[in-house]
């Protein structure tokens, strides 16, 4: 059964460093791996999706890779902003449309 | 694009009611899923369909729970009799299939709270 484990759960940074926010995954046969955000009392928005032919992507100050052998999912944020606080989740894509997520990890950037 | 579409967006109940949540999926999307999400289990994925066929229900907790989606714009889950451990927020989410998994776009959810 596949499990995806997000570490640490909760991160508070101060505004303007860069940060990185870790994924693992127990099974390496995944289609692709996504990341989301979730805003308190809202639904995800999707961020970045890698296939699992790729080994990275990346939109704006945001880039996430994948290391398929090692079950690792990265998501770097350039020059946080406290916009940027917000809960992130990944989710495993295990074909057939299923999702596994991780319980997400708490970001929290102060001004 | 409205997005998805979610009501309610909250719900009280006591237990032993019947609740029905409702999603309007993106026009032209044809995945549609519910998801629920707790602090103890986190987002879970309890149905999917396409083309408004149910296809892997394996993450229905239960017979209480059922879903349907009788056209491409309307789908409905169901719980009945409802019990305290069903709180959660239940999120809709659709996607256009083409391979493997595409991006899923989120409703806001419906935060059920069963008294």
């Known amino acids: 059964k596949q499990e995806v484990t997000q570490i640490p759960a909760a991160l508070s940074v101060p505004e303007g460093e860069n940060l990185v926010l870790n994924c693992s995954f127990t099974?390496?046969?995944?289609?692709?791996l996504q990341w989301f955000r979730q805003d308190p009392g809202k639904g995800l928005t999707s961020l970045l999706l890698?296939?699992?032919?790729?080994r990275e992507q990346t939109s704006g100050r945001l880039n996430a890779s994948l290391d398929k052998s090692s079950g690792r999912s990265t998501l770097y944020i350039a020059a946080s902003q406290p916009g940027d606080s917000a809960t992130y989740l990944c989710?495993?894509?295990?074909?057939?449309?299923?999702?596994?997520f991780g319980q997400g990890t708490r970001l929290t950037i102060n001004p | 694009d409205a997005g998805v579409i979610q009501s309610p967006r909250h719900e009280v109940t006591e237990m032993g009611q019947e609740v029905t949540l409702r999603c309007k999926p993106i026009s032209g999307h044809n995945s549609l899923f519910w998801y629920r999400q707790t602090m103890m289990r986190g987002l879970e994925l309890l149905i999917y369909f396409n083309n408004n066929v149910p296809i892997d229900d394996s993450g229905m907790p239960e017979d209480r729970f059922s879903a349907k989606m009788p056209n491409a714009s309307f789908s409905t889950l169901k719980i009945q009799p409802s019990e305290p451990r069903d709180s959660a927020v239940y999120f809709c989410?659709?996607?256009?299939?083409?391979?493997?998994?595409?991006?899923?776009?989120f409703g806001p959810g419906t935060r059920l709270t069963v008294l």
């Open positions: 890698i296939q699992s032919s790729q």
């Open positions: 989410a659709s996607s256009l299939e083409g391979h493997y998994t595409d991006t899923q776009y």
């Open positions: 099974d390496s046969a995944i289609y692709n």
């Open positions: 989710a495993v894509g295990l074909g057939a449309q299923k999702l596994v």
